[in-house]
């Protein structure tokens, strides 16, 4: 069974600072890769994904994760964050093409921006 | 606009009363689910559909029951067996269960 584990539950950093949020999955076929973000009172929304092909992956508002097979990793990185980046991030897992199974989340890492 | 809607945004009950909570999507996924967000915790899934008039149970179902009888709507409610159901309620949906999950927007249950 897949499983996903988000290393850090708090990541407080300054603005203009560089952030990596940890996330590591465990499974025993391919996967496919999620990063989403929710705002406070909001739904969940995609940041990026990793399906195949090339291990760096872009997001939306700068955000990049690389997928490291050998060490089952997806660190979401930044090179400078914004105040307004200050949310819940949530990565997740599931099983890549030919496998069953579904979406698995991992428990989230809320990232606070200071001034 | 394809989307998910969940309605309504606030939704305040008595003890002891059900309420169903609205979920429906225009995307043409045939999977749907439900999750269950408390403050400073992750996301728990409830039910899940794979397809139409189907469905199961994830990790938290005891207290709710879904229905699945249009591909679009996916309802769920929260029965008085719950035993703490104040929460933030997700509804998601995917085209297949391994797939990129579109949310909405949340419903905030508050029962008095």
């Known amino acids: ?115 | 606009d394809g989307g998910i809607t969940q309605s309504p945004k606030y939704l305040f009950r008595k003890e002891g009363q059900n309420v169903t909570l609205s979920c429906e999507q225009n995307l043409n996924h045939d999977a749907m689910y439900w999750y269950r967000q408390d403050p400073g915790q992750g996301l728990r899934l409830i039910y899940y559909s794979q397809i139409v008039n189907d469905f199961q149970k994830g990790d938290i179902a005891e207290g709710y029951s879904v229905s699945r009888e249009k591909k679009e709507s996916f309802p769920l409610t929260v029965t008085s067996a719950q035993k703490n159901p104040t929460a933030f309620y997700l509804c998601a949906s995917s085209i297949e269960l391994r797939g990129e999950q579109f949310f909405g927007p949340g419903t905030r249950l508050t029962v008095l």
């Open chain 1, 1 to 115: 069974a897949q499983s996903v584990t988000q290393l850090d539950s708090q990541v407080p950093v300054f603005e203009e600072a560089p952030v990596e949020l940890r996330c590591n999955y465990s499974s025993s076929v391919s996967v496919y890769l999620f990063w989403y973000v929710q705002y406070p009172n909001q739904g969940l929304q995609l940041l990026l994904k990793y399906l195949s092909g090339s291990t760096l992956v872009k997001g939306i508002n700068g955000f990049e994760a690389e997928f490291n097979k050998s060490q089952t990793s997806f660190h979401l990185r930044k090179p400078s964050v914004h105040i307004s980046d200050t949310a819940e991030y949530f990565c997740a897992v599931s099983p890549g093409s030919s496998n069953t199974g579904k979406l698995i989340f991992g428990q989230g890492t809320t990232l606070q921006v200071k001034p």
